[in-house]
């Protein structure tokens, strides 16, 4: 179970208000790149809370509820293709989270960051490498994203279900590039994501 060693260490120097972040659909070639930010309890323990990739997605779905209903404040935002396009996805990925931050209620005073980069908040943001597996506030936050984003998914499988997107998310599959391929790149596709189509191989 995760425990709040880095929380603590924080609010042991004064911080009083503690959010998690973390993004989700970074390495996808469709759709949003989703944030969430949440703010925990302190102390806090929810069985089965980890990094989001490492469990079920039913397991995604049942401790999203168990979050959503726990949680002092949580939010969920997202950079569209088209800025995900003009700007690259590392700015687009830290302005996803900058956005969640901004909606919660109360305003955190420490925001901790999933990854090697926080650029812009407008309080104190340390970015924490595999911060998901560490800490329950960021872990917290990869779950919300995830099972947004997947669900935003299965919506737009319904708009374009040649592609599939219900099936792998949109990630970077043999099935969704030979569905590209075929049927060419839609509107809900990162351009800027399509540089395979130019040669022979797999998208890396």
Not at 2 to 22: P, R, W
Not at 45 to 61: T, V
Not at 85 to 92: G, K, P
């Amino acid at each position: 179970m995760l425990q709040y060693t880095l929380e603590n260490k924080y609010a042991a120097e004064g911080y009083a208000v503690i959010c998690g972040t973390d993004e989700a659909g970074r390495g996808c070639l469709a759709g949003p790149v989703v944030a969430a930010a949440c703010i925990l309890p302190a102390g806090l323990m929810i069985d089965g809370l980890n990094d989001s990739k490492k469990l079920s997605p039913k397991r995604r779905e049942a401790l999203y509820d168990v979050i959503t209903v726990s949680a002092l404040s949580y939010a969920i935002s997202s950079s569209s293709v088209e800025e995900i396009d003009s700007m690259n996805i590392l700015e687009a990925s830290q302005l996803a989270m900058r956005r969640a931050v901004s909606e919660l209620s109360p305003a955190p005073d420490l925001i901790l960051v999933d990854g090697n980069i926080a650029r812009g908040f407008h309080v104190r943001a340390v970015p924490v490498v595999h911060g998901d597996a560490t800490s329950p506030s960021i872990a917290a936050a990869s779950i919300l994203a995830k099972v947004y984003r997947d669900r935003l998914m299965v919506e737009l499988d319904r708009e374009y279900p040649e592609y599939g997107f219900a099936k792998h998310k949109a990630y970077c599959t043999a099935e969704h590039e030979a569905a590209i391929r075929k049927y060419g790149v839609s509107a809900c596709h990162r351009k800027t994501f399509m540089s395979f189509l130019t040669r022979e191989g797999r998208h890396r």
